[in-house]
């Protein structure tokens, strides 16, 4: 289990090489491009520059297990590549390998038909457009998929969509071209058959930016997630995805890749912030001695170093049982996994932040803005209740 392909180990190596010499030097660059841009929610030109360069060196489309459209890794593989990639809040990007889109692009592959997967999902695979999903509603308890309550309506060849929905990631960008929308087709039909999931391009009638949401006062431009009210959308009957009523088995479907890539890419979050704070420790003085040789942070450190290696393991177990047995089988390990890596990232975060001082809570390191992102992901993808109920009733089927 603990062995890479050579293949898998060739693009590691190469993955530390690109963040070493164009992910890390350009995050300042990447930061001040954004604030002083005239449209905070355009593409960022270093971030399109580096796109090149990845692009160049091979290192895109890395999250798609399928070759003809990835990369050909498993998710053992692919996890070791993404915690790089987490590093850094604008590597995913790069690489075309950032959420929403990745799972967007895994579910119009697995899901689309073939005109949908040529308008759609090519460009997305190119980076030449980006795109968002849909589903949570400000309006009902989104935790529960079965709530969704946005009107699909059928008139002859063309759907009709009304309802709000908020925290459509991706949604705000101006390259952002493509939703995939959640929502009710059929309100008699039986609790998981009533949902549909369906393409609705940006630039319909009627698709209405309320307004962007920020994540404790952050609005992550020019990424963003919005708010938005689809106002009698209408979109052609084509544009439907496997059909009417399978919008809760697209869900699973999709979820499942998608929250094991937030858990691999939060883990080489809190390895740096992990990193961050042994070298403030080593650097800083206080009271006439060096922080590191304060029992508290040493500690913290040897606690931080604990948890970390306990949820790679456990990250590393689900995706090699999504490889072996499939998602299904391995979704008690996703939901602990779900669970477990941002609450582990959280602690080291904030460990790393107190050893920074003021500077911990400012802009002048990665880590109060990670530290409410990762905050987020106990929340995104189903809250950490949704997952502990999982776990349980998967444990106590077994002494039944």
């Known amino acids: 289990m603990f062995e890479l392909s050579d293949n898998a180990k060739k693009l590691q190596a190469q993955l530390h090489e690109f963040m070493d010499a164009h992910i890390y030097p ?40 399928d070759s003809e459209f990835g990369a050909g890794l498993t998710n053992y593989e692919y996890a070791h590549l993404c915690e ?23 579910t119009i592959a697995r899901y689309g038909n073939k005109e949908q997967q040529d308008k759609w999902l090519k460009p997305l695979l190119e980076g030449e457009i980006r795109s968002c999903f849909s589903m949570t509603e400000p309006d009902v308890a989104s935790s529960d998929a079965t709530n969704i309550a946005c009107e699909i309506r059928r008139e002859g060849d063309e759907y009709v969509i009304n309802g709000r929905k908020w925290w459509s990631s991706g949604a705000m960008t101006t390259t952002s071209k493509i939703a995939i929308v959640m929502g009710k087709t059929d309100p008699g039909a039986e609790k998981h058959k009533q949902q549909s999931m369906i393409l609705v391009p940006l630039d319909t009638p ?62 080489g979050v809190a390895e740096r912030a992990l990193e961050l704070m042994c070298k403030r ?7 006439g001695k060096p922080l590191s040789s304060f029992d508290s942070i040493r500690k913290d450190i040897a606690r931080s170093r604990m948890e970390i290696e306990q949820a790679r393991l456990m990250t590393l177990k689900a995706a090699h049982m999504m490889d072996t047995v499939g998602n299904k089988v391995a979704r008690q390990e996703i939901a602990m996994i779900k669970v477990i890596a941002p609450s582990m990232a959280l602690k080291v975060l904030d460990r790393a932040i107190q050893v920074h001082g003021g500077a911990g809570v400012s802009q002048d390191t990665f880590l109060a803005e990670a530290w409410a992102k990762v905050r987020t992901l106990r929340l995104a993808d189903g809250p950490d209740e949704v997952h502990l109920d999982s776990v349980a009733k998967i444990e106590l089927r077994q002494y039944r």
Not at 84 to 106: I, K, L
Not at 207 to 218: D, S
Not at 281 to 287: I, V, Y
Request: net charge neutral.
């Open 84 to 106: 790089v990639m987490g590093r850094s809040a604008m590597a995913p990007e790069v690489f075309n390998c950032s959420a929403p889109d990745t799972g967007n692009m895994e």
């Open 281 to 287: 420790a080593n650097a800083r003085e206080a009271f």
């Open 26 to 65: 350009n995050e300042h660059k990447h930061h001040e491009q954004v604030e002083h841009s005239e449209n905070r929610w355009a593409p960022v030109p270093i971030v399109e520059e580096l796109k090149v360069k990845a692009k160049a060196a091979g290192l895109w489309n890395l999250f798609l297990p």
């Open 206 to 267: 009627g698709v209405k930016m309320i307004r962007p949401l920020t994540v404790f006062g952050y609005d992550h431009a020019p990424h963003g997630h919005a708010e938005i009210q689809y106002d009698n959308v209408r979109v052609p009957v084509s544009n439907i995805l496997l059909g009417e009523g399978r919008g809760f088995e697209i869900a699973q479907g999709r979820l499942g890749p998608g929250r094991i890539h937030h858990c691999m890419r939060t883990i």
